[in-house]
């Protein structure tokens, strides 16, 4: 799933970082979250790796983070709603990268590592494509255009749970409101209009590349009617009645899942019931 929010309140994007971007509060207690910065953009500001508290407030601040100049025209602005003031420019976009819940308790619960990797890289494939979609307004004899620009600054913040501290797997992608204009050789506001369009095909990219990923671990997927899938089962049964050290610690990891989380999984009852009888190809298994 790909969901998407806007931030307008500079306040509230920069507690945002503070209260749950930079700090962990997820499923293993006291882990942190680190941040990673993904785009063209991001690279003409001289951004890559790990994301530095100082770049992302500065970004916020519509500066740019080594210079400290402004980086687009348009500065915060409030408009009026009545005898009420709100914020009216775009800080960032929050959007939310979620694999199926299944996925995401076999990779956290089960602790298959894979599957976290998988998901990153899936990420990764679908945020190219995304960046395609980036593009800027021109004003031209008052009329507005779009031009593509194909570049984003993008800090990527990978979670393991939800707000209700459930097992779930998310990478919020913080699309700043700011890209280079290559015609104009300037910095200008993003405008996501095509990026909104293009949401869908963007998800189903991901899901895509996860699901090749997951049937490469030797997975079962089934697709689901609303575009996503959902671990069906797993396709390699031990060959003998005298499972290895590695293959026992599988299965008992994997039929705690299901105990623990049966409910939860709903639609892979296959998944459920032969959980005594099939474990995922291990890591060695795998080339």
Same mark, same amino acid.
């Given at each position: 799933?790909?969901?998407?929010?806007?931030?307008?309140?500079?306040?509230?994007?920069?507690?945002?970082?503070?209260?749950?971007?930079?700090?962990?509060?997820?499923?293993?207690?006291?882990?942190?979250?680190?941040?990673?910065?993904?785009?063209?953009?991001?690279?003409?500001?001289?951004?890559?790796?790990?994301?530095?508290?100082?770049?992302?407030?500065?970004?916020?601040?519509?500066?740019?983070?080594?210079?400290?100049?402004?980086?687009?025209?348009?500065?915060?602005?409030?408009?009026?709603?009545?005898?009420?003031?709100?914020?009216?420019r775009r800080v960032f976009y929050d959007f939310t990268f979620s694999p199926p819940k299944s996925v995401s308790i076999l990779a956290l619960v089960a602790k298959d590592e894979?599957?976290?990797?998988?998901?990153?890289?899936?990420?990764?494939?679908?945020?190219?494509?995304?960046?395609?979609?980036? *593009?800027?307004?021109?004003?031209?004899?008052?009329?507005?255009?779009?031009?593509?620009?194909?570049?984003?600054?993008?800090?990527?913040?990978?979670?393991?749970?939800?707000?209700?501290?459930?097992?779930?797997?998310?990478?919020?992608?913080?699309?700043?409101?700011?890209?280079?204009?290559?015609?104009?050789?300037?910095?200008?506001?993003?405008?996501?209009?095509?990026?909104?369009?293009?949401?869908?095909?963007?998800?189903?990219?991901?899901?895509?590349?996860?699901?090749?990923?997951?049937?490469?671990?030797?997975? *079962?997927?089934?697709?689901?009617?609303?575009?996503?899938?959902?671990?069906?089962?797993?396709?390699?049964?031990?060959?003998?009645?005298?499972?290895?050290?590695?293959?026992?610690?599988?299965?008992?990891?994997?039929?705690?899942?299901?105990?623990?989380? *049966?409910?939860?999984?709903?639609?892979?009852?296959?998944?459920?019931?032969?959980?005594?009888?099939?474990?995922?190809?291990?890591?060695?298994?795998?080339?």
């Open positions: 799933m790909v969901t998407a929010k806007t931030q307008y309140s500079l306040k509230s994007a920069k507690n945002y970082f503070h209260e749950h971007l930079s700090v962990g509060d997820y499923y293993q207690e006291g882990q942190k979250t680190s941040g990673e910065w993904f785009g063209v953009g991001a690279e003409k500001l001289g951004l890559s790796g790990r994301v530095a508290a100082e770049d992302f407030l500065a970004l916020c601040d519509n500066r740019h983070p080594q210079t400290g100049n402004r980086l687009t025209q348009r500065l915060m602005s409030v408009q009026w709603s009545g005898d009420k003031q709100a914020p009216s894979r599957i976290i990797d998988a998901h990153h890289e899936a990420l990764n494939v679908a945020l190219v494509e995304f960046e395609q979609f980036a *593009g800027t307004r021109i004003r031209r004899n008052r009329s507005n255009g779009l031009r593509v620009t194909q570049n984003l600054v993008t800090a990527l913040f990978t979670h393991d749970t939800s707000r209700a501290l459930d097992p779930h797997l998310h990478t919020h992608c913080i699309v700043f409101n700011a890209t280079s204009d290559p015609e104009e050789n300037r910095w200008k506001a993003l405008q996501n209009y095509e990026m909104l369009k293009a949401r869908k095909f963007v998800e189903n990219v991901y899901y895509h590349e996860l699901a090749k990923a997951l049937c490469r671990f030797g997975y *079962g997927i089934r697709n689901l009617h609303r575009g996503d899938f959902q671990v069906e089962a797993c396709l390699r049964r031990f060959a003998s009645d005298s499972p290895t050290a590695l293959q026992k610690r599988e299965l008992a990891s994997v039929a705690a899942v299901a105990e623990k989380f *049966g409910s939860v999984l709903g639609e892979a009852q296959p998944f459920i019931h032969e959980i005594a009888v099939i474990s995922p190809m291990s890591k060695e298994e795998v080339k």
